[in-house]
């Protein structure tokens, strides 16, 4: 397993107790630790160049305009988008994906279908609930296989629910609670085959290992800046050029008109059209910030490293009496899910935290696929480049210390 000895250090909230014991943070899932390069950018900002973006001309605006532009275009890089001018800056995942939802919505008909799958969190199956119903249009789901969906996606149901009905196909690129890296690539390649438009929720898996959106093929992915080491506050929602220029604006007003008279407004070309009013400024910069450091451990190191520290927790949860894991038994990214059925998850995350460590318990925005495997909530433990498996070790003795608490 690769380890940097000298990235804890990078994290200064890491360097705490929680109730007598070593803080150890879990929970990257829900939000990802800042380190010391994010929050220096941030700093800076605030003191050097604090000033609203692209119509001032004293010297303040126009540094942070050039800031807030080039956090696009590293952002652009990071994901190897065609250009700059297709990263919108929102504020998160679920910002971006209502964006394109209500966008698309005005293009669907009666008869269209929106295609989704059964492991969406909330906020890649909500806004297309909304939009269907806003548009008369279908919405369906491409099934998951095995009692604890540790089969993934159905791909032979896709290969039947891909029709030229489909208009847009919307899923998670790494699902938040079976750990599963779903086949992205090939997922847009058979919905560009039947016309259908490509939304990804890239939420789990932005830099926790490469993204390439070119290779993807998608036409649109979102993102959340917190997920990935950045500020909260900020996100990405990234369309292709073409796609994005067919979107029309969500929120209107200053900054993404090009003119306006009393008798109405004519709108910026993308990415300006998509960001009225003051922009998240701090929150771009301290994301591009996010996007060096990354970058510097190495996002394929990065990959290897989740992947290697989910396997091994996966393994050392197994022989735990009565648990219940979901997703794959192997290949898994990041993350494990786990249940017992004597003991709630709830009462799972206070225990664990009165040993130091931060889980997350809950239906994880995950409900309908929770009710399908016929659970109420599950634990998560998530991890990222700072955790170690000397903290999996924590959190085997933490669960055997609750279990036998339980059980007696």
């Known amino acids: 397993m690769p380890t940097w000895p000298d990235v804890r250090a990078d994290f200064p909230i890491l360097h705490q107790r929680v109730h007598g014991h070593p803080l150890v943070y879990l929970d990257s899932g829900a939000t990802a630790q800042k380190p010391r390069a994010v929050i220096a950018a941030l700093v800076r900002y605030y003191e050097q160049d604090n000033s609203n973006v692209h119509r001032g001309l004293h010297a303040l605006s126009m540094r942070a305009t050039d800031a807030y532009e080039a956090a696009r275009a590293r952002v652009a890089q990071f994901l190897h988008a065609a250009e700059p001018a297709e990263v919108v800056f929102t504020r998160g995942t679920t910002d971006s994906l209502n964006l394109v939802a209500r966008g698309l919505a005005a293009d669907l008909r009666p008869g269209d279908v929106i295609l989704t799958t059964e492991m969406e969190h909330h906020s890649n199956l909500v806004p297309w609930q909304q939009a269907a119903q806003a548009s008369g249009a279908t919405l369906r789901y491409v099934p998951v296989l095995g009692a604890n969906a540790e089969g993934g996606l159905d791909l032979a149901a896709l290969d039947q629910l891909l029709t030229p009905q489909v208009k847009v196909f919307a899923f998670t690129h790494l699902s938040?609670?079976?750990?599963?890296?779903?086949?992205?690539?090939?997922?847009?390649?058979?919905?560009?085959?039947?016309?259908?438009?490509?939304?990804?929720?890239?939420?789990?898996?932005?830099?926790?290992?490469?993204?390439?959106?070119?290779?993807?093929?998608?036409?649109?992915?979102?993102?959340?800046?917190?997920?990935?080491?950045?500020?909260?506050?900020?996100?990405?929602?990234?369309?292709?050029?073409?796609?994005?220029?067919?979107?029309?604006?969500?929120?209107?007003g200053g900054g993404m008109v090009a003119s306006v008279d009393y008798e109405?407004?004519?709108?910026?070309?993308?990415?300006?059209?998509?960001?009225?009013?003051?922009?998240?400024?701090?929150?771009?910069?301290?994301?591009?910030?996010?996007?060096?450091?990354?970058?510097?451990?190495?996002?394929?190191?990065?990959?290897?490293?989740?992947?290697?520290?989910?396997?091994?927790?996966?393994?050392?949860l197994a022989p735990l009496p009565g648990i219940r894991l979901l997703g794959p038994a192997t290949g898994r990214r990041g993350l494990v899910c786990f249940a017992f059925a004597d003991v709630h998850a709830h009462d799972v995350v206070t225990f664990a935290d009165e040993d130091g460590l931060a889980l997350r318990g809950g239906h994880h925005c995950n409900q309908p696929l929770m009710r399908k495997l016929g659970l109420a909530s599950t634990t998560r433990a998530s991890f990222y480049v700072y955790n170690t498996a000397a903290e999996i070790d924590v959190l085997v003795a933490s669960l055997q210390r609750t279990l036998k608490f339980f059980r007696g």
């Not at 917190?226 to 796609?243: E, S």
């Open 264 to 316: 109405g407004a004519r709108w910026k070309p993308a990415p300006e059209r998509f960001e009225a009013g003051t922009p998240p400024i701090a929150g771009a910069i301290g994301l591009a910030a996010a996007c060096d450091y990354l970058d510097a451990l190495g996002r394929e190191a990065i990959a290897r490293h989740d992947q290697d520290l989910a396997q091994l927790a996966y393994e050392r």
């Open 176 to 252: 938040n609670t079976l750990g599963l890296l779903n086949p992205a690539a090939d997922l847009c390649r058979r919905a560009r085959a039947v016309g259908a438009v490509t939304v990804v929720d890239a939420a789990q898996s932005v830099g926790h290992g490469p993204l390439d959106v070119q290779a993807l093929g998608c036409d649109f992915l979102a993102f959340s800046g917190h997920k990935m080491c950045g500020p909260t506050g900020i996100g990405v929602l990234y369309g292709r050029r073409a796609r994005l220029d067919r979107l029309p604006p969500d929120a209107t």
